[in-house]
């Protein structure tokens, strides 16, 4: 059974630094495309960032670039969200996504979510 | 950047009815567009993908359509537990989401 568990939400002062974990198993971890995902209070959906299944491969979203950096650890089945100098914008719920083998494509499975709220 | 549009914002349905969901691209993004499923307080499930092929578990009356910019989401008798938020996105070029539909009881 394929499953991600994000860790790692919660308060934070504006421009402050959080770290988003993601731990899967079920699957061959390396294999796979890895995304993140935010979701604001009562809001749409906003893909954040990707990394390829190499690593060598990184995208992020306008909105995050040059503030997140998102990375994986094939030995430990887990991809990371490195966030600094947050927003109050960027409060959301952040899900872990698994993408496809050879590009992202589309979402599936995701984890449940973690939380992080950038407040004063 | 490609923006989608889903039309409905809201829809309100009875159980056992067939309704439609549409969705919108911007520029044309040929088969690559999925479908995602939310319930309050749930992630996102996936439905469908390349437009048209159910994800596996998924049930039969569920089906997507179309290509280019035009997609629909058909849930072909609606079911209780069918009543959620509905999302398009597409994977053409990066990848971007629609605002949603959301299903609620009649």
């Known amino acids: 059974q394929v499953q991600l568990v994000e860790s790692g939400g919660g308060l934070v002062k504006p421009g402050g630094s959080l770290r988003l974990s993601c731990a899967t198993s079920?699957?061959?971890?390396?294999?796979?495309?890895m995304s993140w995902i935010r979701q604001a209070p009562g809001r749409g959906l906003e893909w954040v960032s990707y990394?390829?299944?190499?690593?060598?491969?990184?995208y992020y979203a306008d909105s995050v670039k040059g503030r997140f950096t998102i990375s994986r650890d094939d030995a430990k089945n887990s991809v990371y969200l490195q966030m600094n100098s947050l927003r109050a914008e960027d409060t959301a719920v952040y899900f872990c996504?698994?993408?496809?083998?050879?590009?992202?494509?589309?979402?599936?499975?995701w984890g449940q979510g973690t939380m992080v709220t950038v407040s004063s | 950047e490609i923006v989608m549009t889903q039309s409905p914002a809201t829809l309100s349905v009875s159980p056992g009815q067939r309704v439609t969901l549409s969705c919108r691209a911007s520029q044309g993004v040929d088969t690559n567009l999925a479908w995602y499923q939310q319930k309050p307080g749930q992630a996102p499930r996936l439905l469908i993908y390349g437009a048209s092929t159910r994800a596996t578990g998924i049930p039969a009356r569920f089906s997507g359509s179309g290509s280019g910019t035009e997609f629909t989401l058909t849930i072909s008798s609606l079911q209780s537990e069918d009543f959620a938020v509905y999302y398009c996105q597409q994977y053409n070029y990066y990848y971007t989401f629609g605002q949603g539909t959301k299903l609620e009881i009649k």
């Open positions: 996504t698994r993408g496809q083998s050879r590009s992202i494509g589309w979402f599936d499975p």
């Open positions: 990394i390829s299944s190499t690593g060598a491969s990184i």
């Open positions: 079920g699957f061959t971890f390396s294999d796979y495309y």
